[in-house]
């Protein structure tokens, strides 16, 4: 970093309208010059004892990838032997695999090549798994739909004109077609559980604090979640065993935290579950009504099957997406846009090199910003200035309360359920759609997922069934680290509901997907 001239000390006080007199500028710069020295000595120490150095490892550009899924391919191999081996992984493009570049959708990333593995993707590599490569992500993940990538749309194996949901949309398009067996994801709004009901697939959010986001670009460190995206619950769980559990380098984590045999425990069931219907997840202005018949007709073969089901009152669900809003504009505008992504202010892990990479490049052509980091940019600047991130406190304020509604009902109930999503997956924006199509189509779906990022309650994503031949997600909903519970009781309901197999889907031999 260059030292200020005595001129820029000036200059930099008349911006920030400090009020220095000219007779003391001299002094403010020499001082201001000797402070910075220790920025240099800081950069040595780190260079001499800390810094990384990324692996040489094998990658490329996908030879075939009529969905669009992929954004380069590996076969990366650690353990021969556990809980995971001979299955293959496709993990998102925001989560570093050391050696292998990074885009996390977007030109503002586009060239990074991070050094060190993310802790999940370590963990994979321990369990035996190979990691197939990195899945698009939309750009800067902050799209719950499949057109805002740079690298080009990602196209649904169930009907290749319309969404796969985002923003891991890459990670569902490859398990939903059967190019990989397991998929990491990450979910802020949403974005593992929006995409696997769109794709027909198991998607599991975590309870916040579970699974370490080391290694993962941040969008809002107080709703950043990764977690499993897979075929089957039973996959989920067993994805879910080799990556939760503390690093001791995520803040994000509470302290002891720790995971469990996920998988072990889903026969655990010897009586029929009580379910609460969430009233409110089917009211929703852009609820589709055979979206929530389907729904509700799953919910009566689960009755069937010898479940209890009961309507249950959430009012407060309305107002979780109206919270979501001013923590995610507001914080991801501070975080990850002014802050470089990571922010400051916190102890834990950082990459330097990435906060220096991407926040270079985003300031040297902010224009490179899709159309909803465009939208979170402006409408996050403005509240930040006119407001002075107050609103933001308010909103933090009133996650208790919003968590507490849910909590109340989940005290008569083992699980909440309603509909993932209001709709089934819509098309894909053309290339010339105007902004107003591409933000309303990304944004659209959101209202039942984004809650419980702000509340970190676990919620799993199942296949329902099928409206017009396309797929329908229910949302299972439990106490906060009781994955286990969630996750029973999904595997529960897979049983009676069954999965889904996309029609572009392949065996894991075949080269080309199937029409």
């Not at 991070?114 to 802790?119: C, E, F, G, K, L």
């Not at 998988?263 to 009211?283: K, P, S």
Request: glycine share 10%; hydrophobic share 45%; net charge negative.
């Amino acid at each position: 970093m260059d030292l200020p001239s005595r001129a820029a000390i000036d200059d930099l006080a008349d911006e920030l309208r400090l009020g220095i007199p000219s007779g003391d500028v001299d002094f403010y710069h020499a001082a201001a010059t000797g402070l910075l020295g220790s920025w240099a000595v800081v950069e040595e120490l780190y260079d001499a004892e800390v810094a990384p150095v990324a692996p040489e490892r094998s990658w490329a550009e996908p030879a075939e990838n009529p969905l669009g899924a992929w954004y380069v391919t590996t076969e990366l191999t650690g353990s021969a032997e556990g809980p995971l081996a001979g299955r293959r992984v496709a993990v998102k493009d925001n989560i570093a695999v050391a050696g292998v570049p990074m885009m996390n959708g977007s030109e503002t990333v586009r060239g990074f090549v991070p050094a060190v593995d993310a802790t999940v993707v370590t963990r994979l590599l321990d369990a035996g798994a190979t990691i197939a490569g990195k899945a698009v992500c939309e750009d800067l993940c902050f799209s719950g739909a499949s057109h805002t990538s740079k690298s080009g749309p990602v196209r649904n194996p169930w009907d290749r004109r319309r969404t796969t949901g985002g923003s891991s949309s890459g990670s569902a398009a490859l398990v939903a077609a059967g190019v990989v067996d397991l998929a990491l994801g990450g979910d802020q709004g949403g974005s593992i559980r929006i995409p696997a009901s769109f794709c027909g697939v198991v998607g599991h959010k975590p309870t916040f604090g579970l699974v370490p986001y080391t290694g993962a670009f941040p969008i809002e460190q107080s709703i950043d979640h990764l977690g499993p995206i897979a075929p089957t619950v039973a996959d989920a769980a067993a994805m879910l065993t080799v990556i939760a559990g503390a690093d001791g380098h995520d803040p994000r984590q509470p302290t002891g935290v720790t995971g469990q045999d996920y998988l072990a425990g889903l026969e655990d069931l010897d009586r029929g579950l009580r379910i609460g219907v969430v009233t409110e997840g089917f009211d929703l202005p852009n609820s589709d009504p055979e979206v929530n018949a389907v729904v509700r007709s799953a919910i009566e073969r689960l009755t069937a099957a010898g479940h209890v089901a009961e309507e249950v009152a959430v009012p407060w669900h309305k107002h979780g997406a109206a919270l979501w809003d001013v923590i995610s504009v507001e914080g991801a505008t501070w975080q990850m846009v002014q802050g470089n992504a990571y922010g400051l202010n916190w102890k834990g892990t950082y990459d330097p090199d990435q906060m220096a990479f991407y926040g270079e490049r985003w300031r040297r052509d902010p224009a490179a910003f899709s159309e909803t980091v465009k939208l979170v940019a402006l409408g996050g600047t403005w509240a930040l200035r006119n407001g002075y991130g107050a609103a933001y406190g308010k909103a933090r304020n009133l996650e208790p309360v919003l968590a507490a509604a849910y909590d109340a009902a989940l005290a008569s109930f083992d699980v909440l359920v309603m509909p993932t999503l209001p709709i089934t997956a819509s098309l894909i924006p053309a290339p010339d759609a105007g902004v107003e199509e591409v933000v309303t189509r990304a944004l659209e779906m959101v209202a039942n997922t984004a809650p419980l990022d702000v509340t970190g309650h676990p919620a799993c994503s199942i296949p329902a069934g099928l409206s017009d031949g396309l797929p329908v997600g229910l949302m299972v909903v439990g106490r906060r680290f009781d994955d286990a519970g969630v996750l029973r009781a999904a595997h529960a309901f897979e049983q009676t509901l069954g999965t889904l197999t996309a029609p572009h889907h392949q065996s894991h031999d075949s080269k080309e997907l199937t029409a």
